[in-house]
């Protein structure tokens, strides 16, 4: 299996994402601001890009309704914990807790959709389908770097559910 199937790129980022929270503790002042704003963006290109190219198709082929209403219901508690932070003072005791109550939130989901998410997503939709979608997960990072173009407002279930995934890898 190819480095490109969607579930390993996840994951991946996943890891980062727990390095990239524990880093934090090591900065201060503008380098601490820079690394919370580029990961908390990235959190939301991530979130976005699982609410396009992965639940729907978790709902769709998986019977993952159930799951995806789950997903989608902890990618927007995330979405608040991240900007719960930017009410906060850079660096005071209110900011990291917040930054650390986002990291929870993050990382409880994070291990859900690994232990959970994934296997079923992985019996339902075939390695050819999922090296596609990891193609279509790359181009989706490319076009919204930064979280440019991403509104950061909740998702819906209802509109997850009912997105039609494209099929085939975009780049041939
Ligand atoms: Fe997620
Ligand atoms: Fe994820």
Known sequence: MSDFEITALVL???????RDFAALDDLSG???????????????VHA??????FYPLLAQEADGEEETAEG????????????AVGEQ?????????AVRNARQVNADHMAEEETDFFP???DAVDDEQREALGMRWLAFHDEHEEAEGLS???????EVVA????EGDPTV
């Open 152 to 158: 950061g407002a909740d998702a819906k279930v209802a």
């Open 89 to 97: 003072e850079l660096g005071s005791d209110a900011w990291w807790e």
């Open 12 to 18: 991946a980022e996943h890891e980062i994402f727990r």
């Open 72 to 83: 989608v219901h902890d990618h927007n508690e995330i979405r608040h914990a991240a900007a």
């Open 120 to 122: 079923p997503f992985k």
């Open 163 to 166: 997105i039609e995934v494209p």
């Open 30 to 44: 503008e380098d601490l601001a820079a690394a919370w704003e580029a990961l908390h963006a990235r959190l939301e």
């Open 48 to 53: 976005v890009a699982e609410e396009q190219l």
